[in-house]
């Protein structure tokens, strides 16, 4: 009976710890992705009353779809937005995708090493982080599914 005790919590605590992809919660405080990155084209984002963090890859359909919806929310915003694409590829494999839509609000880091995907526990693409000017977490989930929502929470 201990043995079947012991395996079924085992079992739950392996399952409990692959739901839980990403380890950011609403209220956290992210920090600043500034130092230490390797901003696209050297274009560090400007200051925004909010932040959007997107996890992608370019070889995603679903990402590259966020990529172009992020840019137009963007336009929308006003300048309230600045968006920071976190891209698991190098350099040359974002920029094709990117260059185009960089800007002061609009900015991309280079992940090839995933130490940005890492420190956030982020293990799957699209995943979106919506920070406010305090860098507080007010909402974070998949970016494809609730556009809506990223609309009014900064307007």
Same mark, same amino acid.
């Given at each position: ?11 739950? *605590? =392996? ?9 950011? *919660?609403? +209220? ?6 500034? #130092? ?6 050297? #274009? *560090? ?5 909010? =932040? %959007? ?9 679903? @990402? ?5 919806? &992020?840019? @137009? ?6 300048? #309230? ?5 976190? +891209? ?6 974002? &920029?094709?995708?990117? +260059? +185009?839509? &960089? ?16 420190? %956030? ?11 406010? *000017?305090?860098? &507080? =977490? ?5 970016? =494809? ?11």
């Amino acid at each position: 009976m201990k043995r079947l005790l012991l395996l079924f919590l085992l079992f739950s *605590a =392996t399952l409990l710890q692959s739901a839980t992809a990403q380890n950011t *919660a609403y +209220g956290d405080r992210v920090p600043a992705i500034r #130092k230490g990155v390797n901003w696209i084209q050297n #274009k *560090a984002p400007t200051d925004a009353p909010y =932040t %959007f963090l997107l996890f992608c890859s370019v070889k995603n359909p679903a @990402s590259l779809d966020c990529i172009q919806s &992020l840019y @137009s929310i963007k336009e929308q915003s006003n300048n #309230k937005l600045c968006v920071v694409i976190i +891209g698991r590829e190098t350099d040359e494999e974002l &920029l094709p995708y990117l +260059g +185009g839509v &960089l800007s002061p609000h609009f900015v991309a880091v280079s992940d090839p090493d995933r130490k940005i995907f890492d420190s %956030f526990n982020v293990n799957f693409v699209p995943y979106g982080i919506l920070v406010n *000017a305090k860098h &507080l =977490t007010i909402w974070m989930g998949n970016p =494809t599914q609730e556009q809506q929502s990223i609309i009014d929470l900064i307007q």
